[in-house]
């Protein structure tokens, strides 16, 4: 049925040393990755040194050629033809310049939605609340109300707004009149009306950028560096021993114990006067390290915050979208009830938060920006929704996270002392190098063999592909990968 749904483009790929007829759900990608230039290129190299005149830019890795990339090539301005697992940090929904993208802004209506970009917050389209209901809260986790932001960490930033105005809320019980004291305190940043609230995170945690998010940001020191913070709670996420069938015991352990850290911790910062208004977590930590936890840790947390009227935040910003195999991560986790918020970005394409009625603030203007997210997003996620959705596309995830784990899994028994401990759902995958030097190592080769793919924590390898992302692809990627590991000396 799916095949007579799609236009398919057939082409041969190595599998198992033998050519073999795929088809590929993106037409117009190219049949394999192809180096032509050192990497980065030459033109790449004169584009950086223009970049870093201007702007600080030694991050920039390639310039892309973007009127050529397709599907899940990614095609330098070098000519360099790369098979794409990382799709500019796990952003790429469908691949690059899929067809039904390039329709959204053929229509007239669309494009002048995305040329006048509306205040949303004040002035909206007569449009707006249409597309809100079909579009985003047909893909909601079970939550009825939701915001837009632009991205990630804005998302999680006016999330973490939400959090702290809910939790007064219920201390103020039912008068809801602010008094003159909290009017003006809050304007000298003094309590009672900047309130001594926290919110719990992670060591590992990775929610953002912005002054509330980076207090809960703990991957990497560069991140966090010379900008003031706050004291605020940081527990423990589980770190597991794998293989995980192997270690059920120790791990069950492990989960116990995190989790009473932070009850811990809970208690400790209500002594301090500091209560915890909030437990903010991924449903894998993937800056940290693609550090994952079992649906009991997660039940346990979600209990945690309920037993102390603390709001649970997770964040699905990398993870939502359908990267794991269901259309959000915590799905995986048979939470009692849903999360109080469910930030999203990336793949989502538009940023924002899910959320619960006791969320919603009650008076407009205490969560609000000029934008609140952007109009031309949304058509482009209802296009990628329909996409989704006809090419029945978790389904591909699953198929082709399972060829991509069982591969990598062959080669961490090929070459154990290199790579341990693969993990993840769906095609959200990532496996550890045995250093940090070998990881940074085996993702440059990989690179220069034409695969694009990602690090992590100190010193994990990730894959974050596309949804369109198939059996063939991880054929490609895992006998390149297995090319490098061979010549790794």
């Known amino acids: 049925m799916l095949a007579r749904r799609l236009q398919y483009i057939g082409h041969n790929t190595l599998k198992n040393g033998n050519i073999r007829s795929v088809a590929s759900l993106v037409p117009g990608e190219p049949k394999e990755p192809n180096v032509k230039t050192e990497v980065p290129g030459p033109e790449t190299k004169r584009l950086s040194e223009e970049l870093n005149k201007i702007t600080q830019s030694g991050s920039v890795q390639l310039f892309g050629d973007y009127d050529k990339s397709i599907g899940n090539y990614f095609i330098d301005v070098d000519g360099n033809i790369f098979l794409d697992t990382f799709t500019q940090i796990s952003s790429v929904p469908i691949g690059y310049n899929h ?50 932001m632009m991205c990630g960490s804005c998302s999680n930033e006016n999330a973490y707004k939400a959090l702290f105005i809910t939790y007064r809320k219920h201390q103020r019980g039912e008068n809801i009149d602010f008094t003159e004291e909290e009017k003006a305190s809050c304007m000298v940043n003094k309590a009672p009306g900047a309130p001594h609230l926290s919110l719990l995170s992670f060591h590992g945690a990775f929610h953002g950028r912005t002054m509330a998010t980076l207090a809960t940001t703990h991957s990497k020191a560069i991140h966090k560096l010379d900008v003031p913070s706050l004291d605020w709670p940081i527990a423990h996420f589980p770190q597991y021993k794998y293989p995980l069938e192997e270690n059920t015991r120790d791990n069950k352990a492990e989960d116990a114990k995190c989790l009473a850290e932070v009850e811990d911790l809970i208690v400790q910062y209500e002594r301090k006067g500091v209560p915890v208004a909030g437990i903010v977590v991924e449903p894998i930590q993937s800056e940290g390290g693609d550090n994952e936890a079992s649906p009991e840790f997660f039940q346990g947390l979600q209990n945690i915050a309920k037993k102390y009227g603390a709001g649970l935040l997770i964040d699905e910003v990398q993870t939502g979208a359908g990267a794991t195999g269901k259309m959000w991560c915590h799905e995986h986790f048979g939470l009692e009830t849903p999360p109080d ?63 991509l784990k069982s591969g990598i899994f062959q080669l961490e028994k090929e070459f154990p002392a290199l790579l341990n401990s693969t993990r993840g759902r769906g095609s959200f995958l990532a496996v550890n190098a045995s250093t940090h030097q070998l990881r940074d190592d085996i993702l440059e080769r990989l690179k220069k063999k034409g695969i694009i793919s990602g690090g992590c924590g100190d010193h994990s390898i990730r894959l974050r592909p596309s949804l369109t992302f198939q059996e063939h692809h991880a054929d490609i990627f895992l006998d390149r990968f297995r090319q490098v590991l061979k010549e790794t000396k």
């Not at 939605?113 to 249409?130: E, H, I, K, M, Q």
């Open 99 to 148: 067809p039904e993208m390039l329709k959204v802004f053929t229509d007239q209506s669309k494009l002048k939605a995305l040329v006048n970009r509306p205040a949303l917050g004040v002035f909206p389209g007569d449009y707006w609340p249409g597309k809100l209901k079909s579009v985003l809260l047909s893909v909601s986790p079970n939550l009825p109300n939701v915001m837009t």
């Open 341 to 403: 918020i469910v930030t999203f970005s990336k793949k989502m394409l538009i940023g924002g938060f899910y959320h619960s009625l006791d969320e919603r603030p009650q008076q407009p203007y205490r969560i609000f920006n000029t934008w609140l997210g952007d109009p031309g997003k949304i058509f482009l996620l209802e296009a990628f929704i329909k996409v989704l959705r006809e090419q029945n596309l978790l389904e591909q995830v699953n198929k082709t996270g399972e060829r």
